[in-house]
C-alpha cells in the first residue's frame, strides 16, 4: 500500500507491515522538528557544535532559501565535494526541502574522475572544501575552470565544463569567484518562507533528490538516480531493523558520499529523531572519543574500521557501556572482529546490511535479536517492503533454497535509472522491476542470504567498490600500455587488493613504479594497483576471452597470497 502520512512514528509501523510512505525529504524533517522539537539532532563533539531539531530544521530552511535566491531550481544538480562536515548533512537536507538534486562526489577524486562526474551529471553549482589530505580541491577546480580565478560569483563561464555556474567554498578565506557558505546563509536569511512552503509543497516524492556515482563494468562510473521515496523508506526499514528510536544516538564516521553514510547513517537517525554525531574524517580515536562522550548507542562501520579501533592500545580506557548496535557493511565480516564488537564494544544488537547503490541501498539486514552466528555467516533476509531471490544468471529462473544464483531485489528502493544512461539502465532493471544486483548469493529457508561470489566484475577494498574497467580505461590513456587487465586479489587487511597485468607496446619498457606514479593524482589512490605486472600475453578461452579467474590465481602464486586466500575463502 502506499500512503502519506504525518508522523514518522506512524510511518516506521506501515514500513513493519510492509508499506511505503509517500514524505519528502523536507517534510520529513518538517515533522521531527515538530514531534522531537528539543532533542540533540545533529552534534560534533570537535567542533562544539550542536543542534536541536528546530536549530537544525531551520538552519536547513535558511540554506534551501540561499540556493533559490541564487536561482537554482526544482530539478537543477547541486553537487557537494566534501568530508562530513556539518554543512553536507545541511545541504543533504536543504537541497531536500528545495528540490535541487543533490550530487555527491568521492572524496578521494582526482581530477580526471572530478570532470568525468561534473559533465556527465550537468551539474550547474558545486558545494566543496578546501581539501583533504593530500588533494587540493580548490586546486583540482582551478586547474578544470582557469576562467574561475576571474569570474564573478554565480556567473562561471567554463570551456570544459560549460553547465557549472555556482561554486560555493565552505571555510573561511573564500578563493575568488566563489561564493561562501556565509554568503549563501545570507542570501537564504532574505528570501520569505513562503516562497520555500510553495516550493516544497511543489515536490513529489517520486522525484530524484540524490544521485551517486557508482562506479560500471563497462566504463565509467554511472549516476544512480534516487528518488524521495527510495531513501526515506529505505531508512525507515533501517531504523525499523535496528529498533532505532528518538532515543538513539549514532556515531557516524562512514563517509557521507556512500549510501552507508547518508542513508544508513544522517537518514536513519532523522527517520527516527535520533541524534547524528558524525565524524569528519575517520578516525578510531575520535571515533570512540565521540561514543563515550555522547553516550552512543550506535556506530556503523566497514569491518576494517571496527578492526582499527578495537586494535587501539588504550582501547580498554574507553567507556563504551552506551552502545548496543550499529551497522557493519561494505565487505564480508570476520568472526572474530564481529565477537570482539559484540564483546569488547558492547555492541550486541549490531546488525549486517548488504546492498547497493542502486537499492537506495539496503536490500537485506540482520536484526538484533539474530542469533551472532546468522550475523556471521549471512546477510540477513529481506528488509521490510523489499522482495527478495534468487535466480539463474542464465537462464533467468528463480532457483531452489540453497542453490547458488544471482540475488534479484524489487521494491520502492529501486532506483529510478542511471542519469542519461536507458541502456545501462534496462540492463540493471528487468522489465517485471528487479535489480539484477551481479553478485551471487544462496538462500536458506528462512529467507537468510549468504554472498558467494559476483557475477560482475568488481573489486571490493576496505569496503570501496573498485570496477576493474575504469581503472583499465585510465591505464589505456597512457602511450606505451598495449592492452591491461586489472583484477582483485585477496589481501588479510582490505579483504581485496588490486593487481594491473598489462602489456606493452612493442620495444617499450615500464617498471611498476612508473606505473603507479602515472596514477598518482589522476585516480583516487585506493584505485591505484597496489601490484603492477608487465606480462607478454593473457591467458584465453578457445573463443579469445581473456581469462581473469587464471589472472588471479597466477597472482596468489606469484605474490605469495595463498595465506589471504585461505581466509578469504574459510
Given at each position: 500500500?502506499?500512503?502519506?502520512?504525518?508522523?514518522?512514528?506512524?510511518?516506521?509501523?506501515?514500513?513493519?507491515q510492509?508499506?511505503?510512505?509517500?514524505?519528502?525529504?523536507?517534510?520529513?524533517?518538517?515533522?521531527?522538528?515538530?514531534?522531537?522539537?528539543?532533542n540533540?539532532?545533529?552534534?560534533?563533539?570537535?567542533?562544539?557544535?550542536?543542534?536541536?531539531?528546530?536549530?537544525?530544521?531551520d538552519?536547513?530552511?535558511?540554506a534551501?532559501?540561499?540556493?533559490?535566491?541564487?536561482?537554482i531550481?526544482?530539478g537543477?544538480?547541486?553537487?557537494?565535494?566534501?568530508t562530513?562536515?556539518?554543512?553536507?548533512?545541511?545541504?543533504q537536507?536543504?537541497?531536500?526541502?528545495?528540490?535541487?538534486?543533490?550530487?555527491?562526489?568521492?572524496?578521494?577524486?582526482?581530477?580526471f574522475?572530478?570532470?568525468?562526474?561534473?559533465k556527465?551529471?550537468?551539474?550547474?553549482?558545486?558545494?566543496?572544501?578546501?581539501?583533504?589530505?593530500?588533494?587540493?580541491?580548490?586546486?583540482m577546480?582551478?586547474?578544470?575552470?582557469?576562467?574561475?580565478?576571474?569570474?564573478e560569483?554565480g556567473?562561471?563561464?567554463?570551456?570544459?565544463?560549460?553547465?557549472?555556474?555556482?561554486?560555493?567554498?565552505?571555510?573561511?578565506?573564500?578563493?575568488?569567484?566563489?561564493?561562501?557558505w556565509?554568503?549563501?546563509?545570507e542570501?537564504?536569511?532574505?528570501?520569505?518562507n513562503?516562497?520555500?512552503?510553495?516550493?516544497?509543497?511543489s515536490?513529489?516524492?517520486?522525484?530524484?533528490?540524490?544521485?551517486q556515482?557508482?562506479?560500471g563494468?563497462?566504463g565509467f562510473?554511472?549516476?544512480?538516480?534516487?528518488?524521495?521515496?527510495?531513501?526515506?523508506?529505505?531508512?525507515?526499514?533501517?531504523?525499523n531493523?535496528m529498533?532505532?528510536?528518538?532515543?538513539?544516538?549514532?556515531?557516524i564516521?562512514?563517509?557521507?558520499?556512500?549510501?552507508?553514510?547518508?542513508?544508513?547513517?544522517?537518514?536513519?537517525?532523522v527517520?527516527?529523531?535520533?541524534?547524528?554525531?558524525?565524524?569528519?574524517?575517520?578516525?578510531?580515536?575520535?571515533?570512540?572519543?565521540a561514543?563515550?562522550?555522547e553516550?552512543?548507542?550506535?556506530?556503523?562501520?566497514?569491518?576494517?574500521?571496527?578492526?582499527a579501533?578495537?586494535?587501539?592500545d588504550?582501547?580498554?580506557?574507553?567507556?563504551?557501556?552506551?552502545l548496543?548496535?550499529g551497522?557493519?557493511?561494505g565487505?564480508p565480516?570476520?568472526?572474530?572482529?564481529?565477537?570482539?564488537?559484540v564483546?569488547?564494544m558492547g555492541?550486541?544488537?549490531i546488525?549486517?546490511?548488504?546492498?547497493?547503490?542502486?537499492?537506495?541501498?539496503?536490500?537485506?539486514m540482520?536484526?538484533?535479536?539474530?542469533?551472532?552466528?546468522?550475523?556471521?555467516?549471512?546477510?540477513?533476509r529481506?528488509?521490510?517492503?523489499?522482495?527478495?531471490?534468487?535466480?539463474?544468471?542464465?537462464?533467468?529462473?528463480?532457483?531452489p533454497?540453497?542453490?547458488?544464483?544471482?540475488?534479484?531485489?524489487r521494491?520502492?528502493?529501486?532506483?529510478?535509472?542511471?542519469y542519461?544512461?536507458p541502456?545501462?539502465?534496462?540492463a540493471?532493471i528487468?522489465d517485471?522491476?528487479?535489480?539484477?544486483?551481479?553478485?551471487?548469493?544462496t538462500?536458506?529457508?528462512?529467507?537468510?542470504?549468504?554472498?558467494?561470489g559476483?557475477?560482475k566484475?568488481m573489486?571490493i577494498?576496505g569496503?570501496?567498490?573498485?570496477?576493474?574497467?575504469?581503472?583499465e580505461?585510465?591505464?589505456?590513456t597512457?602511450p606505451?600500455?598495449?592492452?591491461v587487465q586489472?583484477?582483485?586479489?585477496?589481501?588479510?587487511?582490505?579483504?581485496?587488493?588490486?593487481?594491473?597485468?598489462?602489456?606493452l607496446?612493442?620495444?617499450?619498457e615500464m617498471?611498476?613504479e612508473?606505473?603507479?606514479e602515472?596514477?598518482?593524482?589522476?585516480?583516487?589512490r585506493?584505485k591505484?594497483?597496489?601490484?603492477?605486472?608487465?606480462i607478454d600475453?593473457?591467458?584465453m578461452?578457445?573463443?579469445g576471452?581473456?581469462?581473469?579467474?587464471?589472472?588471479?590465481?597466477?597472482?596468489?602464486e606469484?605474490l605469495?597470497?595463498?595465506?589471504?586466500a585461505?581466509?578469504?575463502?574459510?
Amino acid at each position: 500500500m502506499t500512503k502519506r502520512l504525518t508522523t514518522v512514528e506512524e510511518a516506521q509501523e506501515v514500513n513493519r507491515q510492509e508499506g511505503v510512505l509517500e514524505l519528502t525529504l523536507g517534510e520529513l524533517l518538517d515533522t521531527q522538528a515538530r514531534h522531537h522539537p528539543d532533542n540533540d539532532a545533529l552534534v560534533y563533539v570537535d567542533r562544539g557544535l550542536r543542534y536541536t531539531y528546530t536549530e537544525f530544521n531551520d538552519v536547513c530552511r535558511t540554506a534551501a532559501k540561499g540556493l533559490m535566491k541564487m536561482g537554482i531550481g526544482r530539478g537543477e544538480h547541486v553537487a557537494i565535494w566534501a568530508t562530513n562536515v556539518p554543512e553536507w548533512v545541511i545541504t543533504q537536507f536543504a537541497t531536500g526541502k528545495m528540490g535541487a538534486v543533490m550530487v555527491t562526489v568521492n572524496t578521494n577524486y582526482k581530477v580526471f574522475e572530478l570532470e568525468y562526474l561534473l559533465k556527465q551529471s550537468d551539474a550547474t553549482t558545486l558545494i566543496l572544501i578546501d581539501g583533504w589530505k593530500d588533494s587540493s580541491y580548490t586546486g583540482m577546480i582551478n586547474e578544470l575552470c582557469p576562467e574561475l580565478a576571474e569570474s564573478e560569483p554565480g556567473k562561471l563561464n567554463s570551456a570544459r565544463l560549460p553547465m557549472l555556474k555556482n561554486i560555493i567554498y565552505i571555510g573561511d578565506n573564500c578563493p575568488p569567484g566563489m561564493f561562501s557558505w556565509a554568503q549563501l546563509m545570507e542570501m537564504g536569511a532574505s528570501v520569505p518562507n513562503a516562497e520555500l512552503e510553495e516550493r516544497q509543497g511543489s515536490l513529489k516524492a517520486d522525484d530524484v533528490i540524490n544521485m551517486q556515482y557508482t562506479s560500471g563494468t563497462t566504463g565509467f562510473p554511472k549516476g544512480v538516480m534516487l528518488t524521495h521515496k527510495n531513501i526515506v523508506n529505505n531508512a525507515i526499514a533501517i531504523a525499523n531493523c535496528m529498533d532505532f528510536t528518538y532515543r538513539d544516538r549514532l556515531c557516524i564516521p562512514v563517509p557521507f558520499f556512500h549510501c552507508f553514510g547518508c542513508v544508513l547513517g544522517t537518514l536513519t537517525c532523522v527517520v527516527a529523531g535520533a541524534a547524528m554525531v558524525p565524524i569528519v574524517s575517520y578516525n578510531p580515536v575520535q571515533v570512540l572519543e565521540a561514543i563515550e562522550k555522547e553516550r552512543c548507542t550506535a556506530v556503523h562501520g566497514v569491518p576494517t574500521m571496527f578492526i582499527a579501533e578495537l586494535s587501539l592500545d588504550d582501547f580498554d580506557n574507553y567507556d563504551l557501556s552506551s552502545l548496543r548496535t550499529g551497522i557493519m557493511a561494505g565487505s564480508p565480516c570476520p568472526i572474530e572482529t564481529m565477537k570482539q564488537v559484540v564483546e569488547r564494544m558492547g555492541a550486541s544488537e549490531i546488525t549486517i546490511t548488504y546492498g547497493q547503490t542502486e537499492a537506495a541501498p539496503a536490500i537485506t539486514m540482520t536484526r538484533t535479536n539474530d542469533p551472532i552466528e546468522l550475523r556471521v555467516t549471512t546477510v540477513g533476509r529481506n528488509i521490510p517492503g523489499v522482495e527478495v531471490k534468487i535466480v539463474d544468471p542464465e537462464t533467468g529462473e528463480e532457483v531452489p533454497r540453497g542453490v547458488q544464483g544471482e540475488l534479484c531485489a524489487r521494491g520502492y528502493n529501486v532506483m529510478k535509472g542511471y542519469y542519461k544512461l536507458p541502456e545501462a539502465t534496462h540492463a540493471a532493471i528487468d522489465d517485471e522491476g528487479w535489480l539484477h544486483t551481479g553478485d551471487l548469493a544462496t538462500m536458506d529457508e528462512q529467507g537468510y542470504c549468504k554472498i558467494t561470489g559476483r557475477v560482475k566484475d568488481m573489486i571490493i577494498r576496505g569496503g570501496e567498490n573498485i570496477y576493474p574497467r575504469e581503472i583499465e580505461e585510465f591505464l589505456y590513456t597512457h602511450p606505451k600500455i598495449l592492452d591491461v587487465q586489472v583484477v582483485g586479489v585477496p589481501d588479510i587487511k582490505y579483504g581485496e587488493e588490486v593487481i594491473a597485468y598489462i602489456r606493452l607496446r612493442e620495444a617499450e619498457e615500464m617498471t611498476p613504479e612508473e606505473v603507479k606514479e602515472y596514477c598518482q593524482g589522476k585516480i583516487a589512490r585506493y584505485k591505484i594497483p597496489r601490484y603492477v605486472q608487465i606480462i607478454d600475453e593473457f591467458p584465453m578461452t578457445a573463443s579469445g576471452k581473456i581469462q581473469k579467474y587464471k589472472l588471479r590465481e597466477m597472482a596468489i602464486e606469484s605474490l605469495g597470497l595463498q595465506d589471504a586466500a585461505s581466509v578469504e575463502t574459510a
